[in-house]
């Protein structure tokens, strides 16, 4: 039991040195649902200055589309399908988008902070 413990406490000091971390860590991902023809969730908080990867699903039946004027994006994303949007580092601010084909009701923002 002992050894088991120092054994996990080894492995996790050898996940958190920095070179070890720094190889393995992927981009910081951002999820994004559609459904019913809203997002979920309607905002999103991110590190301003740092890029990720925008993860959107849509649950829908019908095709929807992601759009941003300000990001300038325009992603078409059929029915069960995923996409994943590399973003660039933002400035703090706030960049609404919507899904085109419902604007209406599907409506968020990415707050950048
Ligand atoms: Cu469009």
């Known amino acids: 039991m002992i050894g ?3 054994a996990a406490l080894a492995f996790s000091a050898l996940a958190a040195a920095p070179g070890v ?3 393995a860590d992927p981009q910081s991902e951002v999820v994004l649902v559609i459904e019913a023809n809203r997002f979920q969730p309607e905002e ?3 590190k301003a200055g740092a890029p990720f990867v925008l993860v ?3 649950r829908d039946p019908g095709p929807e589309e ?3 004027r300000e990001l300038r994006i325009e992603k078409v994303i059929p029915p069960g399908k995923t996409v994943r949007l590399r973003m660039p580092a933002l400035k703090a601010g ?3 988008f919507v899904g085109e084909y419902h604007a ?3 409506k968020g923002r990415i707050v950048a902070e």
Do not use: D, G, I, Q
């Open 4 to 6: 088991a413990l120092a």
């Open 104 to 106: 209406k009701t599907a």
């Open 44 to 46: 999103v908080r991110v």
């Open 56 to 58: 959107v699903t849509n």
């Open 94 to 96: 706030t960049y609404p």
């Open 66 to 68: 992601f759009e941003s």
């Open 21 to 23: 971390v720094l190889a």
